[in-house]
């Protein structure tokens, strides 16, 4: 684990050099109770693939003393009292109309259509991050039989909703964005809701199922 200074305000922790289950729990342990503290010296806690990035309030703290606070952290992070990460089943229509890229992935893959979506819908995925766009949720791992490049020239837009794969990523766009990687299908589900508390659907370290319809 290693501890690096960000800018003015902020310290990066990187917990592991490779995206897995293992760094993830890591992290969402860190996150959460890091969270739960409720420590006015924290401005924000934005975790990540393998870190987390945490602004601090400067005037309020020295960086040092800050770090020392965080490694401290690190030593009673198995005694966290953690939320339990919730299951979501997403529906999706894939291919045609709201998958304009399943036959690239057929292609590339030697796959059928049926083929992708069966090995697409009986993973359980897991949410590493948030980011991008609010509430879009990088999950992960996708089977590395439909590991797919992204998009040489991305889209200027894509649908709220759409369902798409980079390399051995899987993720849905929460609102209508630019995109590079490839899209096979589409969901109603909505990602993100100002309006509504929490804002987002998803939170790291949840599990995800697709199911066609």
């Known amino acids: ?93 894939y291919g045609g109309e709201y998958g304009p890229d399943m036959e690239f992935v057929c292609s590339y893959a030697g796959l059928t259509e049926a083929e992708v979506i069966e090995i697409h819908t009986s993973t359980v995925y897991t949410v590493f991050a948030i980011g991008f766009l609010p509430g879009f949720p990088y999950m992960g791992i996708l089977d590395k039989r439909i590991y797919t490049p992204r998009l040489e020239t991305p889209r200027l837009k894509v649908p709220e909703g759409s369902v798409g794969l980079a390399q051995l990523q899987t993720g849905i766009y929460s609102f209508e964005s630019p995109a590079g990687w490839r899209i096979i299908g589409k969901t109603r589900v909505r990602l993100f809701d100002a309006g509504k508390e929490p804002h987002s659907l998803f939170r790291i370290g949840d599990t995800v199922r697709f199911i066609a319809v």
């Open 1 to 93: 684990m290693e501890f690096w200074r960000y800018g003015e305000d902020g310290v990066r922790i990187v917990f592991g050099n490779t995206i897995d289950l293992e760094v993830s729990e890591l992290i969402r342990k860190y996150y959460f109770s890091l969270k739960s503290l409720g420590l006015k010296e924290i401005i924000d806690i934005i975790p990540s693939f393998t870190s987390c990035l945490i602004h601090y309030d400067s005037r309020r703290i020295s960086f040092s003393d800050f770090l020392s606070l965080l490694k401290k952290k690190m030593e009673n992070i198995d005694a966290a009292c953690l939320p339990e990460p919730r299951t979501h089943r997403i529906p999706v229509r």
